[in-house]
């Protein structure tokens, strides 16, 4: 379980990753990465994500309390699925970012809490808010409330913004959409 709002940001600048260090990351990954970054639908995502958690008896885990506290969590995690704990459970390499550039060094970074405040504009807060609010509550996560009328301007530039990145969004995920057709259809 992450923060909506940092969930938004990474999603924001994973087409950034190439240039942080995803060198093998394809050009056309990197533009359908740009083109699919919404906050009204992520936010909806994020909602039906954490919707199925709350369904069903899983072990939460915060990201947040992970990467501040990974040796404890682990365990906690270990424990629940009946594995010993190791240490070289975190010695794992810190890459993958969108947001910083790879380290290739070993452990457990938590230098990517609370990065939304700085990274993500006053309409793409208001709606990530207005959308998951009363889920990330539940979670622990305090919005800072934007007024109404920013979260209407940011739906209707987002909104918009999605029908005229619609077409390339389409054809940059046609490979993606033909697999989940084939799923749906076979059944």
């Given at each position: ?64 309390e ?9 365990q ?99 490979h ?12």
């Amino acid at each position: 379980l992450r923060d909506p709002r940092d969930v938004l940001l990474s999603q924001k600048h994973k087409w950034k990753r190439k240039k942080l260090g995803g060198n093998r990351i394809p050009l056309k990954e990197t533009i359908r990465s740009y083109l699919n970054y919404n906050p009204i639908i992520l936010s909806f995502l994020w909602i039906q994500q954490y919707a199925k958690i709350v369904e069903k008896s899983f072990f939460t885990v915060k990201y947040e309390e992970l990467v501040l506290d990974p040796s404890g969590l682990v365990q906690k995690v270990c424990e629940f699925v009946g594995v010993p704990f190791s240490r070289d459970m975190l010695d794992v390499p810190i890459v993958g970012s969108s947001t910083s550039q790879d380290t290739h060094s070993m452990g457990v970074n938590s230098d990517n809490i609370n990065k939304w405040r700085a990274g993500l504009n006053i309409f793409e807060i208001a709606i990530c808010e207005a959308l998951c609010n009363s889920t990330a509550m539940k979670y622990g996560y305090r919005p800072i409330k934007p007024t109404r009328i920013v979260s209407i301007l940011g739906f209707l530039y987002y909104s918009l913004l999605f029908f005229l990145k619609a077409p390339l969004q389409v054809m940059f995920n046609l490979h993606r959409l033909k697999s989940t057709l084939h799923i749906l259809y076979s059944n």
